[in-house]
C-alpha cells in the first residue's frame, strides 16, 4: 500500500470517482446510540452542577454536531477502482489520498450488520497484509452489496491473471465448490452440545437493573411468596412431602435455559454456514442478524487445531480452527472453518490446506506426570483452607476439602492427555481431558523452538518445548510440557532442520 502525496498525474485517465451509499448516513443515526453513552458523564456533570435546564440543549447539540461530522465525512470520502488498483481519498480537514494495487490485496472481507442487511448494503474490508494494525488495511464503510460482490470479483479475476500466463500449459483454476455446510438441522445438534447458564445470569442481571424502571413487579417470583401462597390454600404440607417435585421443576427449567441458549447462539453465529473452496482460498460465510464473508488464503495457513468436549468426543462432533498469517476480524485470532462437524467432514477440508491427522492407532509419546504438581499444590492449599476452616467452627470448609479432592483428581487424569507425535513432516499435540485439543504443526510452519528446563524439571532430566508460530492468538502458544531432554533436543534438531532444508 502507498500513499500518494497528489492525484494521478494529469496525462492519465481520469478515475470515475465513487462515493459511499447514502445509506451510511442512516448507519450513523443508529451508531449515535452507543455514542450517546461515551456523553453521559459530562451531562450527569451539568445536572449535578444545578444546571439541570441546559442537559437536554446539551444533547441535542452533541447529536447535531455528530451528524454534521458524518454527513462531512460522507461528502469527503470517495473511490475509484481502477483497472489493476483502487484509489481511496478520505478527509475532512486533513486528505488523504491512497492507492492499493489489486496484487496487494491478500482479501476482499464482506460484513452486514442487521440495519445493513434491511437496507442492502455491505461494509468492505481490504486487507493487504502489510502487517497486523488495522492502520494497514483499508475500508469502504457501506457501499451496496452488488457493488462489494462485484469488487471482489475484479480484484480476483485480475489476480489469477499472472498465474495463467505464467503458465499457460497448466490446467485452469477449479470453479468455486462447497467443502462444507450447516443446515437447521446441524444448527439445532450443535446448539444442544453448546449448553450454556449465561443466560440465566444475563437475565438475572437484568431484572435486578431495570427492577425500579419496569411497569411490573420482578418480586412475583421471589419464592417467599410462593410459599406464602402455599400455606393460605393449604398446600404448604404437601409441598413438603414431595420437594423432589420442586427440584425436578428447577432442574428442567435450568434445562430449557441451557440448551436455548445454546441453540440461540449457535444459530445468530452460524446461520446458513458455507465453506466454499476458491482457487487461492478458502471462503467462509455465516451469520443470522451480521452476515460475514471472509477468505483464508491456503497458502497463509499455519497450523490446524481440532477442538471438541468430553461429551462431543463420544458423539464423534469436533470443531477445526486454522491458525493463519491472515487474522478473522478482532475478536477471533483463529478461523473456525468447521463449527461443528465430524472428522469425515473435517478431513477434506485439512486435505485442501495440506495438513493430515496421524493416522488412527499410531504411536503416541505422553508427557512426564510432573505437569500434574500445580493442580495437587493447588487441591493441598484448598484442604488446608478448608481443614482450617473447619477447625476453627466453620462448618462451610468442608466444601474446600471435597473441592481439593476433585482438584487433585482431575489433575492427575489429565496427565494421561498429554501426549504428542511427529510423523517426519508435522509434529501433533494433544491436551485437555474436559475439553481435548490436538494441534497439527507442520514442521514447515514452525519458525523457532524454545527449550525450557527449571529446578523442576531439570533434576528429572525433562524440558519443554515451545514452538514458534505466526499468526493467532499470542495465548495459545503451542507446547509439549516435560519430555525427556534428550528426545526434546532431537525432536527440535529434525524440525528446524526440516524448515531450513526447505
Known amino acids: 500500500m502507498s500513499d500518494a502525496a497528489a492525484l494521478p498525474a494529469t496525462d492519465a485517465a481520469e478515475p470515475h470517482w465513487q462515493r459511499l451509499h447514502p ?16 456523553f453521559v458523564p459530562a451531562l450527569a456533570a451539568i445536572g449535578i452542577a444545578g444546571k439541570w435546564a441546559y442537559v437536554a440543549p446539551a444533547l441535542l447539540l452533541f447529536l447535531l454536531v455528530s451528524l454534521v461530522f458524518a454527513w462531512l465525512h460522507w461528502l469527503r470520502f470517495r473511490f475509484a477502482v481502477g483497472v489493476d ?18 496484487d496487494r490485496i491478500q482479501d476482499v472481507g464482506i460484513e452486514q450488520g442487521l440495519v445493513a442487511r434491511a437496507l442492502g448494503i455491505a461494509k468492505v474490508g481490504l486487507e493487504t497484509g502489510a502487517g497486523s494494525g488495522k492502520e494497514n488495511d483499508a ?28 503458465a499457460s500449459d497448466a490446467p485452469a483454476p477449479a470453479e468455486d465448490r462447497l467443502l462444507f455446510a450447516m443446515g437447521p438441522r446441524r444448527l439445532l445438534i450443535a446448539g444442544l452440545f453448546n449448553f450454556s447458564l449465561a443466560a440465566l445470569a444475563i437475565v438475572g442481571a437484568a431484572m435486578q437493573f431495570f427492577d425500579g424502571l419496569l ?8 419464592p417467599v411468596d410462593w410459599i406464602d401462597l402455599a400455606e393460605r390454600y393449604g398446600l404448604d404440607s404437601w409441598l413438603l412431602a414431595h420437594r423432589w417435585v420442586a427440584g425436578l421443576g428447577a432442574a428442567i427449567s435450568l434445562l430449557f435455559i441451557g440448551f436455548a441458549s445454546g441453540i440461540a447462539t449457535m444459530a445468530f453465529a452460524n446461520w446458513n454456514f458455507r465453506l466454499m473452496r476458491e482457487p487461492r482460498a478458502l471462503r467462509r460465510t455465516r451469520g443470522l442478524t451480521t452476515r460475514t464473508d ?24 469436533h470443531e477445526l480452527r486454522l ?9 477471533e485470532k483463529d478461523h473456525q472453518i468447521v463449527p ?55 462448618p462451610i470448609g468442608w466444601i474446600a476439602v471435597v473441592a481439593a479432592g476433585l482438584i487433585a483428581a482431575f489433575a492427575l487424569i489429565g496427565t494421561r492427555f498429554h501426549q504428542w507425535t511427529d510423523t517426519g513432516d508435522m509434529v501433533a499435540i494433544r491436551s485437555g481431558f474436559w475439553k481435548p485439543r490436538t494441534t497439527l504443526l507442520p514442521h514447515a510452519s514452525v519458525q523457532s523452538i524454545d527449550l525450557k528446563t527449571d529446578f523442576i524439571l531439570r533434576p528429572l532430566g525433562l524440558a ?34 526440516a524448515g531450513a532444508r526447505t
Open 340 to 394: 461443528f462437524g465430524t472428522l469425515d467432514d473435517i478431513d477434506p477440508v485439512l486435505a485442501e490446506v495440506a495438513i493430515e491427522r496421524p493416522a488412527p492407532g499410531g504411536p503416541w509419546s505422553h508427557s512426564h506426570r510432573i505437569i500434574a504438581l500445580g493442580g495437587l499444590v493447588g487441591a493441598a492449599c484448598a484442604a488446608i483452607g478448608g481443614s482450617l476452616a473447619v477447625f476453627f467452627g466453620q
Open 294 to 317: 471472509v477468505a483464508v488464503p491456503v497458502k497463509r495457513v499455519q497450523a490446524a487445531i481440532l477442538v471438541t468436549g468430553c461429551l462431543r468426543q463420544r458423539f464423534g462432533w
Open 23 to 38: 445509506a451510511t448516513l442512516a448507519l450513523s443515526i443508529v451508531q449515535l446510540g452507543p455514542r450517546t453513552l461515551n
Open 215 to 222: 411497569p411490573f413487579d420482578f418480586n412475583v417470583f421471589n
Open 323 to 331: 491458525q493463519s498469517l491472515a487474522t478473522d476480524g478482532e475478536k
Open 85 to 102: 488498483e483502487i484509489v481511496i481519498e478520505s478527509g475532512v480537514l486533513s486528505r488523504q489520498h491512497r492507492t492499493i494495487p489489486f
Open 464 to 497: 519443554t518445548l515451545v514452538f514458534g508460530v505466526p499468526g493467532g492468538s499470542a495465548l495459545g502458544a503451542h507446547e509439549i510440557p516435560a519430555i525427556p531432554l534428550g528426545t526434546a533436543k532431537d525432536l527440535r534438531a529434525r524440525i528446524l532442520g
Open 139 to 166: 475500508t469502504l464503510d457501506a457501499i451496496g452489496l452488488d457493488a462489494a460482490e462485484a469488487l471482489r470479483a475484479t480484484i480476483r479475476a485480475h489476480r489469477s491473471i499472472p498465474v495463467a500466463v505464467a
